[in-house]
């Protein structure tokens, strides 16, 4: 491992020029760029406190919503192989194409459109789930023969259709000695 021995040097500069030299500063990309905690120096050691973390704040929230967007997409989009990555690099970009990229992109609406389908499969995916408790629900009474409106036909009986727990069957059976004349059957127990 190599060692590399830093130099460390303040940039001061007029508000107008800012951007610019911090862009260009960028495109070295050896270069960290640390805020000045104290504030940035106007004449004579006062110093004002410079009112970047708003945007800060506001790139930050652009930032997660790109990283959001980007791990959504890793789902769906087909993975390239190994050689195929191999073969065909990955493109490079510079700063300012970058930035010309997301100015001229409406990149915005995109990552919102990403968020409505989200929510859509997010709600299929809720009902897959709430129709699959509905069939395992009505998978109990496949092994009756008859349709359950046979019950409403009988005319001297009363015919019944219910789900116990497996730790009660015994005391309804006992209790259902008391009647001879009764029936039960058991269409499925798990």
């Not at 107008?16 to 050896?30: A, D, G, P, S, V």
């Not at 100015?103 to 609406?109: G, I, K, Q, V, Y």
């Not at 299929?124 to 046979?150: C, G, M, T």
Request: glycine letters at 2%.
């Amino acid at each position: 491992m190599a060692i590399v021995q830093m130099q460390k040097f303040h940039v001061l500069t007029f508000k107008k020029t800012h951007e610019k030299l911090l862009q260009t500063l960028q495109n070295f990309q050896k270069v960290e760029i640390l805020p000045a905690d104290e504030g940035i120096l106007l004449s004579d050691n006062h110093f004002v406190k410079d009112d970047s973390s708003i945007q800060k704040d506001k790139l930050e929230n652009q930032l997660a919503r790109v990283l959001w967007a980007k791990e959504f997409l890793t789902n769906y989009v087909p993975q390239k192989s190994f050689i195929q990555k191999l073969r065909n690099q990955s493109p490079t970009y510079t700063l300012a194409q970058l930035e010309q990229i997301t100015e001229t992109s409406d990149w915005e609406s995109f990552v919102e459109d990403l968020r409505a389908k989200d929510r859509r499969l997010r709600m299929i995916s809720q009902e897959k789930q709430d129709l699959s408790k509905e069939e395992n629900e009505l998978n109990r009474w496949r092994y009756f023969d008859e349709s359950p409106a046979v019950l409403n036909d009988l005319k001297h009986s009363v015919g019944l259709l219910g789900t116990i727990s497996n730790e009660q069957i015994p005391t309804l059976n006992h209790e259902l000695e008391k009647y001879p004349s009764s029936y039960y059957q058991i269409i499925q127990q798990t």
